[in-house]
């Protein structure tokens, strides 16, 4: 059985109404979720550009909260899993139970049969579960004995995991982490920010309700998903987010010096992840083309899980993040 096919979406709303929508489910959010914009704008920029998300931060920092937050805000269902060492791939998947009335077999659907799915602490878990997982992202499928399963059309995977403890952990090999859309990372905010979710934890747990929000529509999403493959992006800038891509592996022709901290660039998952994520976030800014702004503006969240850097390179304190925004200054805008 192959995966579902692409829905059929309705496309009669206007161009004003399908981005009012998620101009209000991105208020609506940060007014959930305080102190954290950036993770916001990727959130919804994953769920546009039809991608998963990884996000790396301290614990306490709301990632969970906006997974949660965002799934409250779509009509769907989500679910939580705890990554922990002793996690078997079939706990995520679900598994063939045996019947012994009749002697049968018959599937149980695991927790990945949801429409947005939080993977908490994902470095927590083996190889296989790591696997399992990462292969359902990119097939949108789960194959269990003989059979595959589709998976829902919409379908979103927020990975997390915690920098602090390296004990006990399995990190993500380079090759998995390029099925991730974006990682981003996430800071503490910042003082103001924290008197004021003191406030709105007080008044969640004082029973202050929230104000009423619409839930989004799964055909909201698939209407939004195709008004942002209509954004125009110019052949220049095109040709410049293909350059920016291809110097992660071969700087040379940009700087000499760059070409010695790289080991292996970014895939040609990058140069699409990058198309798609800028139309993504210009359309969310309520523009129908795409800026160089736009591309800078997630371009280190699609390229630093993709990028490996020299034994030299780290050596001397050079990170992913510092490679791009090297290339940044080096490859010229068109």
């Not at 208020?27 to 546009?48: D, F, M, T, W």
């Not at 009509?75 to 009749?102: N, Y």
């Not at 970014?266 to 993504?280: F, K």
């Amino acid at each position: 059985m192959t995966s579902a096919a692409a829905p059929q979406v309705d496309l009669r709303l206007t161009e004003t109404d399908v981005h009012a929508t998620f101009r209000h489910l991105r208020n609506h959010l940060e007014a959930r979720v305080l102190g954290q914009p950036e993770l916001i704008e990727k959130l919804l920029i994953s769920l546009l550009a039809d991608g998963h998300l990884l996000v790396e931060g301290a614990p306490g920092l709301a990632k969970t909260t906006a997974i949660k937050a965002l799934a409250e805000a779509i009509e769907g269902d989500d679910h939580r899993v705890q990554f922990t060492p002793d996690l078997l791939p079939a706990d995520l998947t679900g598994t063939d139970v045996f019947k012994p009335e009749d002697g049968s077999f018959s599937f149980q659907p695991g927790p990945i049969f949801h429409n947005l799915l939080l993977a908490d602490e994902i470095n927590r878990a083996p190889a296989k579960v790591q696997s399992a997982l990462l292969e359902a992202m990119a097939e949108r499928q789960v194959t269990v004995g003989n059979e595959s399963y589709p998976l829902p059309d919409l379908f979103l995977v927020m990975a997390t995991q915690n920098p602090i403890e390296q004990e006990g952990t399995y990190p993500l090999p380079e090759a998995q982490l390029d099925r991730f859309l974006m990682y981003v990372r996430v800071g503490y905010p910042a003082p103001g920010i924290e008197r004021d979710v003191l406030r709105l934890v007080r008044d969640e747990a004082g029973g202050i309700p929230a104000p009423h929000f619409r839930a989004v529509t799964q055909t909201d999403v698939f209407r939004a998903r195709s008004r942002v493959m209509d954004v125009h992006l110019a052949p220049a800038l095109e040709e410049y987010l293909v350059q920016l891509v291809v110097a992660t592996r071969d700087p040379a022709p940009f700087d000499a010096e760059l070409a010695r901290w790289v080991e292996w660039g970014a895939s040609p998952r990058a140069t699409i992840a990058l198309d798609r994520c800028s139309r993504a976030r210009a359309w969310l800014d309520g523009r129908s083309y795409v800026t160089p702004e736009d591309v800078h503006a997630v371009v280190f969240e699609v390229l630093r899980h993709r990028v490996l850097l020299t034994y030299e390179a780290r050596a001397e304190g050079i990170t992913p993040d510092g490679f791009i925004r090297s290339l940044i200054e080096t490859v010229p805008l068109p």
